[in-house]
């Protein structure tokens, strides 16, 4: 596991906690901050996914 896989985790989790404190708010921007941290957390995960399979195809 890289390092882009655990900061997307933990932007995906960042975002989680914003969209429910908009939600119980009624903060309609903070929710949709926090979708979108959301989305940026799980394209930075996919990332690192990636990379990893590159790196075990490469060392075997």
């Given at each position: 596991?890289?390092?882009?896989?655990?900061?997307g985790?933990?932007?995906?989790?960042?975002g989680?906690?914003?969209?429910?404190?908009?939600?119980?708010?009624?903060?309609?921007?903070?929710?949709g901050?926090?979708?979108?941290?959301?989305?940026?957390?799980?394209?930075?995960n996919?990332?690192?996914?990636?990379?990893?399979s590159?790196k075990e195809?490469l060392?075997?």
């Amino acid at each position: 596991m890289n390092k882009d896989r655990i900061e997307g985790s933990f932007e995906q989790a960042k975002g989680k906690v914003k969209e429910v404190a908009g939600k119980a708010t009624g903060d309609a921007k903070l929710e949709g901050e926090g979708k979108a941290q959301q989305v940026a957390g799980k394209v930075q995960n996919a990332v690192g996914g990636v990379k990893d399979s590159v790196k075990e195809a490469l060392d075997h």
